[in-house]
């Protein structure tokens, strides 16, 4: 099966700068990257996806980028705000007749003010 | 358009008990995903169904966990004999048919064990 592998585990940065969270999947076949955001004690939140047939998508303060001849993806995040603080999920989905997502195991974001 | 709903959305069982953990899906969506969140730890795959149908159960313990998603009605996770280590945040996600892995989440059910 697929395995997502995410780092770092925790990030701090100062306001203002910009964080990268970087993560690498197993299986070549997967084809949509999405990144959630946990805020505490509530519910994950689609922020931003990918398809494989682009290798950067960018909104707003957010953007995403994909290799897939390397088998990574990264969020990027610029001129970070203190309610960016939350933890970020990276995920990886297989093709098929099937839809399972895997997800990293997660990256807690800590904007200092 | 309400999205996803879970309930509880706190629940204490004693060991030994039964917790039942129920989700409705986004109007729309037929795919049900459960997955468990331990305390400052990821989320976990447990199980995804269909309408009456468990697609892939392979995240979930062989023993005293069920799942099911009725044609009527919400889908249900069942944990029997709960111990101390099932506490943990379970929730529940849905997706439309034929998307690409979308998922929205509900506000989870947060376990307890006494």
């Known amino acids: 099966g697929e395995n997502v592998e995410q780092h770092p585990s925790t990030l701090s940065v100062q306001e203002g700068d910009s964080a990268v969270i970087k993560c690498t999947y197993s299986d070549s076949a997967s084809n949509y990257f999405p990144w959630y955001k946990q805020e505490l004690g509530k519910r994950p939140q689609l922020i931003i996806d990918?398809?494989?047939?682009?290798g950067e998508k960018k909104d707003q303060r957010i953007a995403v980028t994909l290799n897939k001849t390397a088998k990574h993806f990264s969020l990027h995040i610029t001129e970070t705000q203190p309610e960016d603080s939350a933890v970020y999920f990276c995920?990886?989905?297989?093709?098929?007749?099937?839809?399972?997502?895997?997800f990293g195991i997660g990256t807690k974001l800590q904007v200092i003010p | 358009n309400a999205g996803v709903m879970q309930n509880p959305r706190h629940l204490v069982r004693r060991r030994g008990q039964e917790a039942r953990l129920r989700c409705s899906p986004m109007?729309?969506?037929?795919?049900v995903y459960w997955y468990r969140q331990l305390p400052e730890e990821g989320l976990k795959f447990m199980v995804y169904l269909q309408k009456e149908n468990i697609i892939d159960e392979s995240g979930m313990p062989k023993e005293r966990f069920s799942a099911e998603f009725p044609k009527e009605g919400p889908s249900i996770l069942r944990i029997q004999q709960v111990v101390r280590g099932d506490s943990a945040a379970y929730f529940c996600?849905?997706?439309?048919?034929?998307?690409?892995?979308?998922?929205?989440f509900g506000e989870g059910s947060r376990l307890t064990v006494l």
């Open positions: 996600a849905s997706s439309p048919p034929l998307q690409c892995g979308d998922l929205f």
């Open positions: 995920a990886a989905r297989l093709t098929g007749g099937y839809q399972k997502v895997t």
């Open positions: 990918i398809r494989s047939n682009v």
């Open positions: 109007k729309g969506h037929s795919h």
